[in-house]
């Protein structure tokens, strides 16, 4: 039973590029969540979505970032135009079932490196 | 707006004794609490939940204890073990919010053989 996993593990992307990081779930599960964490910093909450729709996102900056979980494939989180601020480790979790108080399974991250 | 704090960044303990990681919280609406554990390159892995409904979870070697009146929980790890060595997040959820869960920074164990 494969956990969360998560590709690419490292990216690296100049300034003003974008940035796609995916996520796909274990099986079974259809809710999504992805954090951020900065060096030195917890991680930090961003969106959390089910199949298609988008749960919660107040922890998502207004601009550059969005975040989908398609009906098939895996969950996207995409910044454009990165920026340097931009460089962190971005987790992905999933939970199986109603998702509230449910353990969430994390994958391995990946770091953003913006040059 | 750091809303849960580990303020101890790292932890030396000698194998076989009782490791205690703190972690301390600024938001009373927060009534579940967990632990993960993380080793490099790894993700998260939960550890042990507790309810503010309770003031300890006990689970194997792990014990967490929450103290509502002084916004404060800890993990005790007894015996420790190397393998223990890890960062330690304590998460924070509060009451009617869904899924969003606060973290703090991290405390970095080390058990020394």
């Known amino acids: 039973n494969a956990g969360v996993m998560q590709n690419p593990r490292h990216l690296v992307r100049r300034r003003g590029q974008e940035a796609r990081l995916r996520c796909s779930p274990m099986?079974?599960?259809?809710?999504v969540y992805w954090y951020r964490q900065l060096p030195e910093e917890g991680l930090k909450f961003m969106v959390y979505l089910q199949k298609e729709n988008i749960i919660d996102e107040s922890g998502m900056p207004k601009e550059r970032f969005s975040a989908e979980f398609p009906k098939e494939g895996p969950s996207i989180l995409r910044i454009q135009q990165v920026v340097r601020g931009d460089s962190a480790a971005y987790f992905c979790?999933?939970?199986?079932?109603?998702?509230?108080?449910?353990?969430?399974?994390f994958g391995p991250g990946t770091r953003l490196t913006v040059l | 707006d750091q809303q849960v704090k580990q303020n101890s960044p790292s932890l030396s303990v000698q194998e076989g004794r009782i490791s205690i990681l703190n972690c301390d919280y600024t938001n009373s609406m927060f009534d579940y609490f967990l632990w993960y554990k993380k080793y490099p390159a790894e993700g998260p892995t939960f550890l042990i939940s507790?309810?503010?409904?309770?003031d300890k979870n006990e689970d194997g070697r792990f014990t967490v204890f929450l103290n509502k009146s002084a916004k404060h929980l800890s993990l005790h790890i007894v015996p420790s073990q190397p393998g223990d060595s890890a960062v330690y997040f304590c998460a924070a959820n509060p009451t009617n919010t869904g899924n969003q869960f606060y973290f703090g920074t991290g405390t970095s164990l080390t058990v020394i053989p």
């Open positions: 979790a999933s939970s199986p079932t109603s998702g509230i108080r449910d353990t969430q399974y």
């Open positions: 507790i309810s503010s409904i309770k």
């Open positions: 099986k079974g599960h259809s809710h």
